[in-house]
T-cell receptor
Framework: GAGVSQSPSNKVTEKGKDVELRCDPISGHTALYWYRQRLGQGLEFLIYFQGNSAPDKSGLPSDRFSAERTGESVSTLTIQRTQQEDSAVYLC????????????FGSGTRLTVV | DQQVKQNSPSLSVQEGRISILNCDYTNSMFDYFLWYKKYPAEGPTFLIS?????DKNEDGRFTVFLNKSAKHLSLHIVPSQPGDSAVYFC??????????FGAGTRLTVKP
């Protein structure tokens, strides 16, 4: 597609439930990133996929968070047993290669855990 | 660890004046710095960048300055326009690794 597509755009879930967030990167972009922005805070790095290399998971806040990416296509971010502090906007970005100004962000998924 | 810091959460300037947004970083390995602009309900969009081998990069009304010895960069917008009102994020990366962002500064340009 023309841009990075994220779905759903909004998600309200009950505490303790699992959620799955989806990101469709720009076709041909080998690098894909997940960030989150909690209210009043900056963009927090979560995970980085680059081609077929092992992902950099150093930003995942707990083992309740996991992400997958099949090849150079869609990625899903899964949060298990959601907690209220997981409420945030989850942003996905893709780029041709890692780093640089070529990041294109999606519009994000606003997750609210009640 | 907060490797990129934007210590001013907000800034308000008059239309036509200069806006100066500041950013500090702690990791001396960073070799590429960027500014992103974010409107509500949208993802951040790339604005301007600078390599660590330069100290200034200009693009129209936007200029980014880098002071490596101080580990400080700034974004100047002149003249500021009401449409510039947004949240501005400073970001840094090294060796094409994942990007680290600051907390953002909300700029309000008053007509």
């Amino acid at each position: 597609g023309a841009g990075v597509s994220q779905s759903p755009s909004n998600k309200v879930t009950e505490k303790g439930k699992d959620v799955e967030l989806r990101c469709d990167p720009i076709s041909g972009h080998t690098a894909l990133y997940w960030y989150r922005q909690r209210l009043g805070q900056g963009l927090e790095f979560l995970i980085y996929f680059q081609g077929n290399s092992a992902p950099d998971k150093s930003g995942l806040p707990s083992d309740r968070f996991s992400a997958e990416r099949t090849g150079e296509s869609v990625s899903t971010l899964t949060i298990q047993r959601t907690q209220q502090e997981d409420s945030a906007v989850y942003l996905c970005a893709s780029s041709l290669v890692g780093g640089g100004g070529g990041y294109t962000f999606g519009s994000g998924t606003r997750l609210t855990v009640v | 660890d907060q490797q990129v810091k934007q210590n001013s959460p907000s800034l308000s300037v008059q239309e036509g004046r200069i806006s100066i947004l500041n950013c500090d970083y702690t990791n001396s390995m960073f070799d590429y710095f960027l500014w992103y602009k974010k409107y509500p309900a949208e993802g951040p969009t790339f604005l301007i960048s600078i390599s660590s081998i330069k100290d200034k990069n200009e693009d129209g009304r936007f200029t980014v300055f880098l002071n490596k010895s101080a580990k400080h960069l700034s974004l100047h917008i002149v003249p500021s326009q009401p449409g510039d009102s947004a949240v501005y994020f400073c970001a840094a990366t090294y060796n094409n690794n994942d990007m680290r962002f600051g907390a953002g500064t909300r700029l309000t340009v008053k007509p």
